[in-house]
């Protein structure tokens, strides 16, 4: 599925919550204000500073990068377990061909 948002806007409504949170009570104002004003839906901008937290080391989790890597590895599993049930069909056939009588 294809982003939503680009990386930029990502970006810059990550960076204006984090800059402007002290102007506001609590940080889910600032994420309520400011999703408001660029029009994304408060958990988006709230999901989006929390992976920018984790990112930075600021707050304990999984980085966006260990994600993509996982994401490659998973889909790379699933890849060679295809290919392995191929070889193991070819090889049932190929071992069954063997053990018919020559005429």
């Known amino acids: ?14 960076r204006l919550v984090l800059d402007r949170r002290g102007d506001y009570p609590t940080e889910w104002a600032a994420i309520t204000a400011i999703a408001a004003k660029s029009g ?16 930075a ?3 304990a989790g999984g980085t966006s990068e260990e994600a993509a890597e996982l994401k490659r590895l998973r889909s790379e599993n699933r890849e060679l377990k295809r290919a392995n049930e191929i070889l193991k069909a070819a090889s049932a056939f190929f071992a069954a061909e063997l053990d018919r009588p020559q005429r």
């Open 57 to 59: 080391g600021v707050r």
């Open 1 to 14: 599925m294809p982003a939503k948002y680009p990386q930029e806007v990502k970006d810059r409504t990550v």
């Open 40 to 55: 994304i839906t408060k958990e988006t901008v709230r999901r989006w500073v929390r992976q920018a937290e984790i990112d």
